[in-house]
């Protein structure tokens, strides 16, 4: 059973930062693409970033220049390094995996975890 466990939210200031972990269980579960999305209530869930298993990653425009996403293959885990924080990136985000990065062949995703910022 393939489970994907994300840490890291909480609240902060405009211009603060945090870093969102979602963990990959079992350790044998290696995706082809892993990703981060977002949603609002009332919105659609957007992505915010992805990185595939050749290490090539893509941002929304929204984020770039102010997140990192990377992924540590020894602790099969997926990063999200959130610098510059907006309001309006208050949302839930989720970790997602899939074998393709369209995210919409099988896609497994995590429970979400809150980001909420403040002005």
């Known amino acids: 059973q393939v489970q994907l466990v994300e840490s890291g939210g909480g609240s902060v200031q405009a211009g603060g930062s945090l870093r969102l972990s979602c963990a990959a269980s079992?350790?044998?579960?290696?995706?082809?693409?892993m990703g981060w999305f977002r949603q609002t209530p009332g919105k659609e869930r957007e992505g915010v970033a992805t990185?595939?298993?050749?290490?090539?990653?893509t941002y929304a425009d929204s984020v770039k220049g102010r997140f990192t996403i990377s992924r540590d293959n020894i602790k099969n885990t997926l990063i999200l390094q959130m610098n510059g924080l907006k309001p309006e990136d208050t949302a839930m985000y989720y970790c997602?995996?899939?074998?393709?990065?369209?995210?919409?062949?099988?896609?497994?995703w995590g429970q979400g975890t809150q980001v909420t910022v403040s002005s």
């Open positions: 990185f595939d298993t050749y290490g090539r990653t």
């Open positions: 079992p350790v044998t579960y290696r995706p082809y693409c």
């Open positions: 997602a995996a899939d074998g393709h990065c369209s995210f919409t062949y099988r896609p497994y």
